[in-house]
Nanobody, 114 residues
Framework: QVKLVESGGGLVQPGGSLRLSCAAS????????MGWYRQAPGEQRELVAG??????NYADSVKGRFTISRDNGKNTVYLQMNSLRPEDTAVYYC?????????WGQGTQVTVSS
């Protein structure tokens, strides 16, 4: 089992940047595939970015603006978000996956607004 805690969300103006962090504990971090999802009010939760093995993948809506990375020594995964748009406003969730079992953090709010 793994426990996940997100941080780094907040209010930012369009065009600004935020860096989200997800700290993992309770298991061996490097055994898990990691990802970031988001959910806006009234919308389904969607994959934003993920790391599976050495591969990184991104939703088309964030490609070129967001970067996912992980530091196994710190048991932490990051999401660097640049050129933020109002459409990026959502609760962002950290996800860990192993053997088809998903673990989720509590979420962190990101609001992009003037």
């Amino acid at each position: 089992q793994v426990k996940l805690v997100e941080s780094g969300g907040g209010l930012v103006q369009p065009g600004g940047s935020l860096r989200l962090s997800c700290a993992a504990s309770g298991s061996i971090f490097r055994f898990y595939d990691m990802g970031w999802y988001r959910q806006a009010p009234g919308e389904q939760r969607e994959l934003v970015a993920g790391i599976t093995g050495g591969m990184r993948n991104y939703a088309d809506s964030v490609k070129g603006r967001f970067t996912i990375s992980r530091d196994n020594g710190k048991n932490t995964v990051y999401l660097q978000m640049n050129s933020l748009r109002p459409e990026d406003t959502a609760v962002y969730y950290c996800n860990a996956r192993r053997s088809d079992i998903d673990y989720w953090g509590q979420g962190t709010q990101v609001t992009v607004s003037s």
